[in-house]
């Protein structure tokens, strides 16, 4: 992913059903087609090492017409025996020798698994230009006991994707077929894809079985106008998928990608419950990408027609419920490239595609590759996106930030902090900012309308932990900071914080005070001065605490003790939030290790910090570390 901020759910259907993937279908019953999943995995592997390059070679890999029967047994026999060193195929031997071991004993499994099955019923597997990736998506299918989306899910995770690789449905097996105006049955997938006439698709049908030549005989033995009823009494609509349910009713933005419609698009529309999972959605977006050029099942169609099809699918045409936010379309370019040679024919805009569009803003802006003409630029699409969603996001929500401020009774410092608190350009950034300081607090200075400025009574070592606790459960804000402790921090740090969240996907931020040995040393030196036994307690206690933070959660913080930390509301899961009340007024260090187990990403940041030699508590210090090294463990 380019956009480390951006947190990516992909959901598809499998209805394909051509060449091998139609083949293996026939030999796996009920498996639905695993081509669009295996195309899109590869595609989100993260490419940052030859182990990963060989992956994606191996997943798009398919077998060449030229692979002869001494190659298949060489292939089958080193499936049954990888270890036995055999002869393999080039290149089947570069690209499974460069996967990790664990990685190549479970693609190994999953074929394995396919090929015993094949012996078991007695088939025999075509491998002409048969997908090395649909051969391990079908063995997959069958280790899982034909259940189809826990198959994806045990992929997504061996090939370590970061992106959420979804089916729309339940998994439930379904032959798509379609009729058009002229009559004409469409009886698979692959016929719907393919080369056909003129005549535009009228509609899509889901089937439970194939229809063989016997029941496409009688189909087309009927008037042309009893044809579609007649698919009508055999569609058998299917579920949404508690993933697919969860994602969109969940997302901050939904965008309805350009494709091939009739067969990847529309039939996802048409399951039951995603319409209403996208009405509910909180996104504040619902982007409709138009094709840029023509496939077969859509010619002759315009933007406005293929818009209208996403509508009638979703029952919703008129977008009355606003399933469709915003339609982006592409300005086309010259007709003729540089060569002079005739690019693909563009999907025309419709008579009827003006600034608005059944209430979506039409964004016509040039989102085509400069490098493969009639595709999109995926930068292009994706910086449009983020721009609409910040514009969006200004208008409907409030940058809202609180500060929690805990000075261990020190009342000197807050008038320094106030003072700080006065001076920063905080307007630039939020429209409201509330400090909240642990202590009683009078004051007479004249806030900004956009400032606030109350007092907390919070109790005990970790009373950011109580703060953290009454933010989630009461308060709006966006963002909170908790400020604590016995030294002194800046607040102009604050700024840098937020913007890292706002342009990453963490859910937190701490400070770290720790930028160089020396500023270690002399922190210890003036908050122990000559307590020299606590200094050196305090000094294992760092790295212990290190210690049993990489071993438990494997990662390692420089400063996991620091008390400037910033939590993003967005983030913060509900099952984390219930965890933690359950937990009660806890350590910090209970707070770091809910978040790593919820899956919420904390980053670090170098922070101004200072301590002052007088100002500062040992005994504190001391009491603190032993409960967050117990708030770790338990």
């Not at 592997?45 to 997943?59: C, F, G, K, M, N």
Request: a negative charge; one cysteine or more; proline letters at 4%.
């Amino acid at each position: 992913m380019r956009w480390p901020q951006i947190e990516f759910s992909l959901i598809v259907n499998g209805y394909d059903d051509g060449l091998s993937t139609g083949h293996l279908r026939d030999l796996v019953p009920n498996m639905l087609g695993p081509s669009d999943f295996r195309k899109n995995l590869s595609r989100l592997i993260d490419l940052h090492s030859s182990e990963q390059y060989a992956l994606q070679r191996l997943l798009e890999y398919r077998f060449p017409a030229t692979f002869s029967e001494t190659d298949i047994k060489a292939f089958r026999d080193y499936i049954e025996n990888p270890k036995a060193n055999a002869w393999l195929p080039a290149p089947l031997d570069f690209m499974l020798r460069e996967l990790l071991p664990e990685t190549r004993r479970a693609v190994i499994d999953h074929i394995k698994t396919l090929f015993n099955y094949q012996k078991e019923h007695n088939q025999t597997l075509d491998y002409v230009d048969c997908s090395f990736g649909n051969l391990v998506f079908a063995g997959s299918y069958l280790k899982a006991n034909s259940k189809f989306n826990e198959s994806v899910n045990n992929l997504s995770h061996l090939f370590r994707t970061s992106v959420r690789l979804v089916n729309a449905t339940q998994g439930e097996n379904r032959v798509l077929v379609a009729i058009k105006e002229d009559g004409q049955v469409l009886a698979r997938e692959s016929e719907i894809v393919g080369k056909q006439s003129a005549s535009h698709i009228k509609e899509i049908f889901l089937l439970e079985t194939g229809l063989n030549s016997q029941a496409l005989e009688k189909i087309n033995g009927l008037p042309p106008e009893e044809r579609e009823s007649y698919l009508q009494s055999l569609d058998m609509p299917v579920c949404i998928s508690p993933e697919a349910d969860s994602d969109l009713r969940n997302a901050d933005i939904i965008i309805y990608g350009p494709g091939t419609q009739f067969s990847s698009l529309l039939p996802s529309y048409r399951t039951i419950g995603l319409p209403q999972a996208l009405q509910e959605s909180k996104a504040a977006l619902k982007l409709f990408v138009c094709n840029i050029s023509e496939d077969h099942d859509i010619q002759g169609l315009t933007c406005t027609d293929i818009v209208d099809k996403a509508l009638h699918m979703m029952q919703d045409t008129d977008n009355s419920k606003r399933l469709i936010t915003h339609i982006l379309c592409n300005v086309p370019q010259a007709d003729l490239n540089a060569e002079g040679a005739k690019k693909s024919a563009y999907v025309p805009l419709g008579e009827n595609m003006g600034d608005f569009y059944k209430n979506a803003p039409v964004i016509r802006e040039k989102f085509e590759s400069a490098v493969t003409a009639g595709t999109h630029s995926g930068s292009a699409v994706i910086r449009k996106v983020i721009d609409l969603y910040e514009n969006v996001s200004k208008r409907t929500t409030l940058r809202t930030l609180e500060i929690y401020v805990d000075l261990l009774r020190r009342s000197r410092a807050v008038e320094q902090l106030l003072e700080e608190f006065l001076d920063l350009p905080w307007s630039e950034q939020f429209e409201r900012v509330q400090m909240r300081l642990n202590q009683q607090y009078d004051s007479e200075v004249k806030l900004p309308e956009f400032a606030s400025v109350v007092t907390d009574n919070h109790q005990g070592l970790f009373t950011e932990v109580n703060a953290l606790l009454n933010w989630l459960a009461h308060s709006d804000s966006d963002y909170l900071v908790t400020i604590t402790g016995d030294g002194e921090y800046r607040l102009r740090d604050i700024f840098v914080g937020v913007q890292i969240l706002k342009m990453s996907s963490f859910g937190a931020i701490y400070g770290s005070r720790n930028q160089s040995r020396h500023q270690f040393r002399s922190s210890l030196d003036s908050a122990y001065g000559e307590h020299s036994l606590l200094r050196f307690i305090s000094f294992l206690g760092a790295f212990a605490f290190t210690a049993v933070l990489g071993l438990k959660f494997r990662v390692v913080y420089s400063d996991p003790f620091t008390g400037f930390r910033i939590y993003r509301r967005s983030k913060m899961s509900n099952e984390f939030a219930e965890e933690l009340r359950k937990c009660g007024p806890s350590a910090a260090a209970t707070v770091t290790r809910l978040l790593l187990r919820h899956r919420i990403e904390i980053a670090e940041m170098p922070v101004t910090y200072r301590t002052f030699s007088g100002f500062t508590e040992p005994g504190w210090r001391v009491k603190r570390g032993i409960r967050n090294l117990i708030g770790l463990i338990f």
